[in-house]
């Protein structure tokens, strides 16, 4: 029975609805240039995370756009293993997506208010919204990883970037600027990759 997530063709081979696969497309694109930013953030970056500096407007544009598109894509990614992921992914999912509302605004309200910060500052807000993104990357990534819809490998590689995540929001800030950089950049690279591999699976039409 074909459904509108996926269907099976007489290869057995699943294949994506034109939604599924637009989203695909937007995880691409968006993950890449999510990475781009964050790595760019990183290597130009002379303070610790956490300090309330203000970043180029071009970064933060590049951020924006890439997080708005992220966030559409995710529901079309988390359809595609929704019934192989199980409540893990269930759970990881609604954490992931509620959490990155942080990249949102991470990215949008410095270009909406003038001389905003472009980090925000500790809050409630922030740390609740930073606890739920990353487990909401580690429970999204072992569900990856259970589900078999996705090649392994990936989601191996979306758990290296949870931990760079991890490390970047709740350590990195008590110690000097390069542990920053490479938190960030084990966080902006592994994401990239590993989002922009889902997203090119989906875009192609097939989850093998």
């Not at 192989?84 to 990881?92: D, K, L, N, R, S």
């Not at 942080?102 to 980090?119: H, T």
């Not at 930073?130 to 191996?156: D, E, H, K, N, Q």
Request: net charge neutral; hydrophobic share 60%.
């Amino acid at each position: 029975m074909r459904s509108h997530i996926a269907a099976v063709d007489d290869g057995g081979l699943a294949v994506m609805s034109t939604a599924t696969r637009w989203g695909g497309l937007a995880l691409f694109i968006g993950s890449i240039m999510v990475g781009a930013a964050v790595i760019g953030i990183l290597v130009s970056q002379r303070q610790p995370v956490g300090t309330g500096i203000q970043y180029a407007a071009w970064v933060a544009w590049l951020l924006a756009v890439g997080a708005v598109l992220t966030m559409l894509a995710l529901p079309h990614m988390y359809a595609v293993q929704a019934n192989q992921g199980g409540t893990v992914g269930t759970v990881g999912f609604a954490l992931l997506q509620g959490g990155w509302v942080l990249a949102l605004v991470f990215a949008i309200a410095p270009l909406v208010y003038r001389g905003l910060p472009s980090e925000p500052g500790e809050s409630v807000a922030t740390l609740t919204l930073g606890t739920m993104l990353s487990a909401g990357f580690v429970l999204t990534s072992v569900a990856t990883i259970r589900a078999g819809v996705f090649p392994a490998w990936i989601g191996y590689v979306l758990l290296a970037a949870a931990a760079g995540f991890i490390f970047l929001f709740f350590v990195a800030e008590f110690l000097p600027t390069s542990a920053s950089r490479v938190g960030g950049l084990v966080f902006g690279s592994f994401v990239a990759v590993g989002w922009a591999a889902m997203g090119m699976h989906m875009w192609m039409g097939s989850n093998r």
